[in-house]
């Protein structure tokens, strides 16, 4: 099982299993949202529990996405495609440590920020 939490400890979550190898997006979106890119790991919706979901602010951020932050103290939390996944994509940064898993790939790569290099080696889909 994995904990994690926003930054004020009003919203938390459990995992209930492994996490799977988590993906670093560098679309602009993501990377708006997150303020760099976003590394977020994607969880069966089974085996995530969300406790202070009343302080969840959920921004529909596309025609097919919403995003999830704490509306209290901001921190993002959440990328979730409601109605064509079972999953839900949990910010890595928001799990308490360890995770026990490594980073696996990087996506939308083509649109990546100026100011920094992918140089770990990792597998990089350009969108």
Known sequence: MHKGSCLCGAVTFTVDGDLPPPDACHCGACRKHSGHFFASTDIKREALTIAGEAHVQWY???EKVRRGFC???GTTLFW????SRDWTAVAMGAF???TQTQLGMHIFVA????Y???ADGLPQNQQ
Do not use: L, N, V
Request: net charge negative; charged share 35%; with cysteine.
């Open 60 to 62: 529909q951020s596309s």
């Open 71 to 73: 509306k209290t103290c």
């Open 80 to 83: 979730d495609p409601p109605a």
């Open 96 to 98: 308490d440590t360890p």
């Open 111 to 114: 649109d990546k920020g100026d």
């Open 116 to 118: 920094y290099e992918i």
